[in-house]
């Protein structure tokens, strides 16, 4: 094998353990794989779950980062579609089956064998990353290429949704936690047409969420407030991954309105039955989007100049940038760059 295949990259040797210089061979380049210069890699809190094997599928060394943007280096000799050079993104999915019924329907996120960028393979806090061409998305004509990483998954989580669920611009909508997540789902929902409410738990964030799109904010600490807004809105998608009093929040819907999850709360959801029965109420959580589903989200972000919020660390820094992840304190995403 030759020198020419080394990927150098950031990997913690064991759960939890701190992120150290590491390289590995990469072999040769597979007929439909792409090679990506990494320029810029957003933080994700799933990376941090996978980094602290949290949900007990991480493989060590590991190589996180999946929220990908960079140059193409290089493609297999079966990639037509994709050119070296050309300004691409990654995010949490690396390669599709191709052949099953949900990625013959063009729901290649929710493809059972698909595989994850940092899942059983490495990942993009690295100088090379490496994945299926069909997983790869270019960057639209304008977008900012350092604060796109976030968009990859941050992003399209929050996006997926207002297209699966059919979100109308006359809805009123609502956003529980302003984070990495939230803070997308303001701007996205806002620029949809929607009347945008903001739930945060934060007083020093009320006036960050009516910037970032929010045309009204209830302090998700107090019940009372919450009260207030029975029957009010036809689609609340929740970012947090804390338990709430959920049914205080599904009593905030009007008839058929939906209660939605991208945030990984851990604790079983305590929702009463009738709470859904009697409005015809619905809840649902869902992934990323496909391939399909980003580009479109990516068209609409430059579209109307929506931008993640970051903050930036060179990748030599990278220890110092999840530290400050953990710490609650991001505005609102980390992006690393060279």
Not at 120 to 125: A, D, L, P, V, Y
Request: hydrophobic share 40%; aromatic share 8%; glycine share 12%.
């Amino acid at each position: 094998m030759s020198g020419n295949n080394m990927i150098k990259a950031y990997a913690a040797m064991d759960a939890g353990g701190k992120l150290v210089p590491w390289q590995y061979e990469a072999g040769a380049l597979g007929r439909d794989e792409v090679e990506i210069a990494v320029d810029y890699c957003g933080i994700c809190h799933s990376d941090v779950s996978m980094l602290d094997n949290e949900w007990g599928m991480s493989h060590f060394p590991l190589v996180a980062g999946h929220e990908v943007v960079g140059r193409v280096a290089a493609v297999g000799e079966g990639v037509s579609h994709l050119k070296a050079g050309q300004l691409v993104g990654l995010g949490w999915h690396s390669d599709y089956c191709q052949v099953c019924s949900t990625c013959g329907s063009g729901d290649h996120n929710l493809c059972a064998s698909a595989q994850g960028t940092i899942v059983g393979r490495h990942g993009g806090f690295a100088d090379k990353v490496r994945a299926n061409a069909s997983a790869v998305v270019p960057l639209p004509e304008g977008m900012d290429a350092k604060t796109a990483g976030p968009l990859f998954c941050g992003g399209i989580t929050v996006f997926n949704p207002m297209v699966q669920f059919d979100v109308k611009p006359t809805d009123k909508v609502a956003v529980i936690g302003i984070g990495g997540l939230g803070h997308l789902g303001l701007q996205f929902l806002r620029a949809w047409g929607c009347e945008v409410t903001a739930f945060t738990s934060s007083a020093s964030k009320t006036a960050e969420a009516k910037e970032l799109g929010a045309h009204h904010c209830i302090n998700s600490r107090n019940a009372a407030d919450i009260e207030q807004a029975a029957g009010r809105f036809n689609f609340i998608i929740s970012t947090v991954n804390v338990a709430l009093d959920w049914n205080l929040y599904l009593s905030t819907l009007k008839p058929k309105g939906r209660l939605h999850f991208v945030g990984a709360t851990l604790e079983p959801l305590d929702i009463g039955v009738f709470n859904l029965i009697m409005a015809q109420r619905s809840v649902s959580g869902s992934p990323v989007g496909s391939p399909a589903t980003i580009a479109k989200m990516l068209e609409f972000a430059v579209q109307h100049n929506i931008k993640p919020v970051v903050e930036t660390f060179k990748f030599s820094e990278i220890n110092e940038a999840l530290a400050h992840l953990k710490s609650g304190k991001a505005r609102y995403r980390i992006v690393l760059e060279r």
